[in-house]
Nanobody, 125 residues
Framework: QVQLVESGGGLVQAGDSLILSCEAS????????MGWFRQAPGKEREFVIG???????YSPTSVAGRFAISRDNAKNTVLLQMNSLEPEDTAVYYC???????????????????WGQGTQVTVSS
């Protein structure tokens, strides 16, 4: 199983941008579908954005146009670019990896095999 480590979280102001990084080790990174989830206090874990092993991206309308995901298979890294951050984006952000073949539901956390420890993002108003 691949191991994941997130970095890049912190305290920012509303309207700022932030880039989160997730570095993978211990597996063939290029074969994994990758996803970012977040969890705010008292709320369920929420799908943020995903990218397939081939580089196709998936994002719900709630972050479309503000968040973007990219991957660098040479560096075993997936990035989450977050722009125009809002206080409602405050959460712990988790990186996740899945190696399932065939149809895949990016927004379903049960589809993922490996998770990082999370990185805190706090957006002040």
């Amino acid at each position: 199983q691949v191991q994941l480590v997130e970095s890049g979280g912190g305290l920012v102001q509303a309207g700022d941008s932030l880039i989160l990084s997730c570095e993978a080790s211990g597996g063939t990174f290029s074969r994994y579908h990758m996803g970012w989830f977040r969890q705010a206090p008292g709320k369920e874990r929420e799908f943020v954005i995903g990218i397939s092993a081939r580089g196709s991206t998936y994002s719900p309308t709630s972050v479309a146009g503000r968040f973007a995901i990219s991957r660098d298979n040479a560096k075993n890294t997936v990035l989450l670019q977050m722009n125009s951050l809002e206080p409602e984006d405050t959460a712990v952000y988790y990186c996740a990896a899945a190696s399932r073949p065939g149809a895949f539901s990016y927004s379903d956390p049960r589809q993922y095999d490996s998770w990082g420890q999370g990185t805190q993002v706090t957006v002040s108003s």
